[in-house]
């Protein structure tokens, strides 16, 4: 078996991070600098295929003979595209308009190599059912777990389990910011099988 390449996770995310650590592989982490901003119109799956993409040719670049990662969420209530609320506010705006709604969660991940001319995205959606949420519930959850860094204010990792009736998807992990099936998926088709220490 050949020796591995370098593997980059292209996110300052600590729930990426976290969920890539679960593959036991050997990894380093990079700021990927992409100006997340929406394209007048552009859909929000379209919107987490793109910036997922730009932030693993961002870092590929910089390290063309590395495997690296790059992943986005985005929500969709309706088709609009709802990011990270940055504030208080924002997030309890957000956790309104999804109180009793169905939204759906795209998460997006690439993998790029530069020196062996590798790219390859998946896009995984989840369907989130929210709970009709009072005033207090929505208050109490931000209060306590302060998610102004996670699309649509919902941590379903922890408390934010909560506000939740259900959840359909195929991956459990992508509501949580990096989808692993399809990340190993793409990573073996890239040359590292996590299953084999990272060889191909």
């Known amino acids: 078996m050949e ?36 394209r007048a119109g552009e ?6 295929q793109r910036l997922a993409l730009a932030k693993a040719r961002a870092v590929a670049t910089l390290h063309p003979s590395a495997v690296v990662i790059g992943s986005d969420q985005v929500a969709d209530l309706d088709g609009v595209p709802i990011g990270k609320p940055g504030t208080h506010a924002r997030a309890t ?7 009793g709604r169905s939204v759906m969660f795209h998460t997006a991940v690439s993998v790029v190599c530069e020196a062996s001319g590798f790219a390859a995205s998946a896009l995984v959606p989840v ?10 519930e929505i ?12 699309a ?7 408390l934010g389990i909560a ?30 099988d996590p ?4 060889r191909s």
Request: charged share 25%; proline share 6%; net charge negative.
């Open 163 to 192: 506000l939740l009736d259900a959840i359909e998807s195929d991956d459990p992990t992508a509501l949580i910011g990096l989808p692993l099936i399809k990340t190993c998926a793409l990573l073996r088709q890239a040359g590292i």
């Open 43 to 48: 859909l929000p799956d379209a919107l987490a």
């Open 3 to 38: 020796q591995a390449r370098a593997l980059i996770l292209a996110s300052t995310s600590r729930y990426r991070r976290e969920l890539l650590e679960r593959l036991r592989l050997p990894f380093q982490v990079q700021s990927p600098h992409v100006d997340e901003t929406p």
């Open 139 to 150: 208050e109490h959850y931000l209060l306590t777990e302060q998610p102004y860094d996670c």
């Open 195 to 198: 299953l084999a220490g990272g």
């Open 127 to 136: 369907r989130v059912q929210f709970r009709t949420l009072t005033e207090g």
């Open 93 to 99: 705006l957000q956790l309104r308009s999804m109180s």
């Open 152 to 158: 649509g204010s919902a941590k379903c990792e922890t």
